[in-house]
């Protein structure tokens, strides 16, 4: 079964910078819309940036300017740069995205998360 791989989360210090990565493990399976999720600890699973099938990006207010979202159709992958970090972004970061494998619709996955930890 096809599945969404996280990648680049760990430990930063305050102010500095994390790439996460979201990879199809299906080549057959071609990425569409992504978003990425993040959930701290005893706090409900939320929206932090989303990125449309045509492109338009889509920011949580509380990383607007310090977040981008990207995607690349070629490689089939998912991307977050994460810049400026505050120790409230610490959480577990998750990848959403709608797949498709050629001729059916978009189905929608969910990986199964990276832990991203700001402190000093």
């Known amino acids: 079964q096809v599945q969404l791989v996280e990648s680049g989360g760990g430990l930063v210090q305050p102010g500095g910078s994390l790439r996460l990565s979201c990879a199809v493990s299906?080549?057959?399976?071609?990425?569409?819309?992504v978003a990425w999720y993040r959930q701290a600890p005893e706090k409900e699973r939320e929206l932090v940036a989303s990125?449309?099938?045509?492109?338009?990006?889509n920011y949580a207010d509380s990383v607007k300017g310090r977040f981008a979202i990207s995607k690349d159709v070629a490689k089939n992958m998912g991307y977050l740069q994460m810049n400026s970090l505050k120790p409230e972004d610490t959480a577990v970061y998750y990848c959403?995205?709608?797949?498709?494998?050629?001729?059916?619709?978009?189905?929608?996955?969910w990986g199964k998360g990276t832990l991203v930890t700001v402190s000093s």
């Open positions: 299906e080549r057959r399976f071609s990425i569409s819309a």
């Open positions: 990125i449309s099938s045509g492109g338009s990006t």
């Open positions: 959403n995205a709608d797949l498709r494998l050629w001729p059916g619709s978009p189905m929608n996955y």
